[in-house]
């Protein structure tokens, strides 16, 4: 199994700041299949990425990924208030793996 | 607008039952696969079930193997998932998603979620 540990745990940054996320998989992820969700308390979980760079449907060009192999990471280029979240990155190269989660809160 | 809409949760002791629903609109619900994914309060996203379009593939996480059983009706646009013998330990907030597969090169079914549910919480106490 493909075990994702995301880092930092928790992100303390301001509105405007750039907010840089890892995800790191004890073995490379086939195809780069790679997502990344966003989660705001009491709310379910948003696909952001899919294929480690793909945007979904709606989402910001503020938000993007980048990587390969066994190390991901998701871009917030400058952060918004409603950008303050849990953000979990989720393996499906090999059956499925959700990664710990980042908390990112407001600094 | 893809909606998903879950019910069904509650209360139960150990050792007890509960149907959880999910429905389904705004998209062609019977050509897609379905999954549940819970979430213990402040915790991590786990994977419990999937199915395939007709509903005739299904995939369990090993925890809930013989205890649950999801199904889904194509004609009411709607997913379940059949609780039993629930411990205390299946204690979660259970989301119904739309899942986007694929095969990964074991023949094992994969892939990412792209529409959540607002989720349904089930709590195993006595």
């Known amino acids: 199994e493909i075990v994702l540990t995301q880092s930092p745990g928790t992100l303390s940054l301001s509105p405007g700041e750039r907010a840089t996320l890892s995800c790191r998989a004890s073995?490379?992820?086939?195809?780069?299949?790679l997502a990344w969700y966003q989660q705001k308390p009491g709310q379910a979980p948003r696909l952001l990425i899919y294929?480690?760079?793909m945007r979904a449907t709606g989402i910001a060009d503020r938000f993007s990924g980048s990587g390969s192999g066994t190390d991901f990471t998701l871009t917030i280029s400058r952060l918004e208030p409603e950008d303050f979240a849990v953000y979990y990155c989720q393996q499906y190269g090999s059956s499925f793996t959700f990664g710990p989660g980042t908390k990112v809160d407001i600094k | 607008e893809v909606q998903l809409v879950e019910s069904g949760g509650g209360l139960v002791q150990p050792g007890g039952s509960l149907r959880l629903s999910c429905a389904a609109s705004g998209f062609s619900f019977s050509t897609y696969w379905m999954s549940w994914v819970r979430q213990v309060p402040g915790k991590g996203l786990e994977l419990v079930a999937n199915i395939n379009e007709d509903g005739s593939e299904k995939y369990y996480v090993d925890s809930v193997k013989g205890r649950f059983t999801i199904s889904r009706d194509n004609a009411k646009q709607s997913l379940y998932l059949q609780m039993n013998k629930l411990r205390v330990e299946d204690t979660s907030v259970y989301y119904c998603?739309?899942?986007?597969?694929?095969?990964?090169?074991?023949?094992?079914?994969?892939?990412?979620?792209?529409?959540w549910g607002q989720g349904t919480l089930v709590t195993v106490s006595s």
């Open positions: 294929g480690a760079f």
């Open positions: 073995q490379s992820v086939s195809s780069n299949y």
């Open positions: 998603a739309r899942l986007r597969y694929w095969y990964d090169s074991s023949g094992s079914i994969s892939g990412y979620f792209d529409y």
